[in-house]
């Protein structure tokens, strides 16, 4: 009674999503003011849907607009609008397969294992598969009854022990590193608060795998504060079919206990004395589950109150060491500024001394001009005396020879014999010209010849220039 008041809900139910499917398909696309979506637009493959064997030709059933089923941001060909198709015939082609799921879209995976009888197809979406499994769930093909179900997710895990401030936004990009993520969900209460629990599920075993060993062997953080996820097996539960009648196992153990029915147990009977014991027994279970809560509890309580401490303290031994290094930094530089100076200094001192070593090379080469000068002036004032007495003795010589032998030549202290001149018979006066001498105006004539270039007589311009730059107050040699 009960199979077949199931079995006429399933196909009304089967009545009711092809009639919503025609209405989608029906439904005209070019209202004014509508704009279409280019998902929407973009074509795709008609392909006859799958009729159950022995009917004669009906309508076909139109394919639903996939682009509505999807949920925003929500990822296609996921491992979540994964299906699992039991029961199949062990002469099941692929072409008859993929026709049994061509309404539901261009499936990405197909496996068929014909001998112990089932398959696996990955459809677009989860909204897609759910109305696969409610369609197909218990058609009979070539007769036996197909059983649909969603396939476990082999790349799930469990993450716990995770911050309230934790999202799914950054779930999914800490985990992404370990490979592609299709859903990272962190679990909530019914308030909307997060339970510090939370599931990825990867595209891959590999990636599931590696961020399993990863997270285990080290310490992952997603905050922070250094509280680490835990990262385990995700245990894959079926809360949506459960389990059927006619999936239950029928063997002598169930018959016996199928005997009696559902009902209360009679206070003072075996049943009900035993039945106490169970529940005393769930009740310590339950009590022992409360007390392990309570522990966690305050050691998660204690674990944060050090936590803070540390962190505070740790935040403290940063600050002094930060302290120490600008001070090691501010001795060092004044190190540097002390060198500097000090360089700067010895600089100085090296500029002065070479200072006075220069004004000293200055006075010492002055000292030294003025001494060449005092000796270049007393040889200039020997030269204006001996000009001076030669000039005397030249005009002596003008008015004859007279007394010549006798007259000093050149200075007052120099006295030369004129005995070599012929003027040893001269005894004064104007008397003639003795043999084998010279008359001294010849004399004078042929040692400074009258009229020439460098002549002294009176006709020369310069005659007597001599005396008249010896002559002056100061007597000052002209250079």
């Not at 139910?13 to 003011?33: A, D, F, I, L, T």
């Not at 936004?169 to 209460?189: D, P």
């Not at 308030?191 to 990636?207: D, I, M, P, Q, Y």
């Not at 992952?220 to 389990?243: A, H, M, N, W």
Request: one cysteine or more; hydrophobic letters at 30%; charged letters at 30%.
């Amino acid at each position: 009674m009960n199979q077949n008041n199931r079995n006429m809900n399933q196909q009304h139910q089967k009545q009711q999503m092809s009639n919503v499917n025609g209405q989608q398909q029906q439904r005209p696309m070019g209202h004014q003011g509508h704009k279409q979506s280019p998902q929407m637009n973009k074509p795709r493959p008609q392909q006859q849907a799958y009729r159950p064997e022995g009917g004669a030709e009906g309508p076909t059933e139109l394919k639903a607009t996939f682009s509505l089923l999807l949920k925003p941001g929500e990822k296609t060909y996921t491992q979540r609008c994964r299906l699992f198709i039991g029961n199949l015939p062990n002469d099941i082609s692929d072409e008859e397969f993929k026709k049994l799921f061509a309404k539901y879209g261009e499936p990405s995976e197909v496996f068929i294992n014909k001998n112990k009888g089932f398959g696996f197809i990955r459809l677009e979406s989860r909204a897609l598969a759910e109305i696969a499994k409610a369609e197909l769930d218990d058609t009979p093909m070539k007769g036996r009854p197909l059983r649909v179900r969603f396939a476990t997710h082999s790349a799930a895990l469990s993450i716990k022990n995770l911050s309230p401030f934790v999202s799914n936004e950054l779930l999914e990009e800490a985990f992404s590193q370990f490979g592609m993520v299709e859903r990272a969900v962190v679990i909530v209460g019914d308030r909307g608060n997060s339970t510090c629990k939370g599931l990825v599920e990867f595209a891959s075993k590999h990636a599931a795998r590696k961020a399993l060993d990863r997270c285990n062997e080290g310490v992952f953080l997603l905050t922070s504060s250094p509280r680490p996820v835990v990262v385990e097996p995700l245990e894959q539960y079926d809360d949506e079919d459960g389990l059927p009648e006619k999936l239950a196992q029928k063997n002598p153990r169930y018959q016996k206990e199928r005997e009696e029915p559902p009902r209360f147990a009679r206070p003072g009977t075996f049943e009900f004395e035993y039945s106490k014991r169970w529940k005393s027994l769930d009740e310590m279970e339950k009590q022992q589950r409360k007390q392990v809560e309570v522990n966690m509890r305050e050691a998660r309580e204690k674990l944060e109150s050090e936590m803070d401490d540390a962190f505070h303290e740790h935040q403290a031994t940063l600050l002094r060491q930060d302290l120490l290094r600008r001070q090691e930094e501010l001795r060092r530089m004044e190190e540097m500024h002390s060198q500097e100076m000090l360089k700067r200094k010895e600089m100085q001192i090296r500029q002065e001394e070479e200072r006075r070593r220069r004004e000293e090379e200055m006075i010492h080469k002055r000292e030294v001009e003025e001494q060449m000068r005092r000796q270049r002036e007393e040889k200039y004032r020997g030269m204006g005396n001996f000009m001076e007495n030669r000039d005397r003795d030249m005009r002596m010589n003008q008015g004859g020879a007279m007394g010549l032998a006798d007259m000093p030549f050149g200075s007052p202290n120099q006295k030369f014999p004129m005995g070599g001149l012929g003027f040893e018979g001269q005894q004064g006066g104007m008397g003639g010209p003795s043999p084998g001498g010279m008359m001294p105006n010849e004399m004078r004539n042929e040692r400074f010849p009258q009229g020439g270039p460098r002549g002294m007589g009176p006709g020369n311009p310069g005659f007597g220039r001599g005396r008249e730059e010896f002559d002056g107050p100061a007597k000052k040699p002209r250079f």
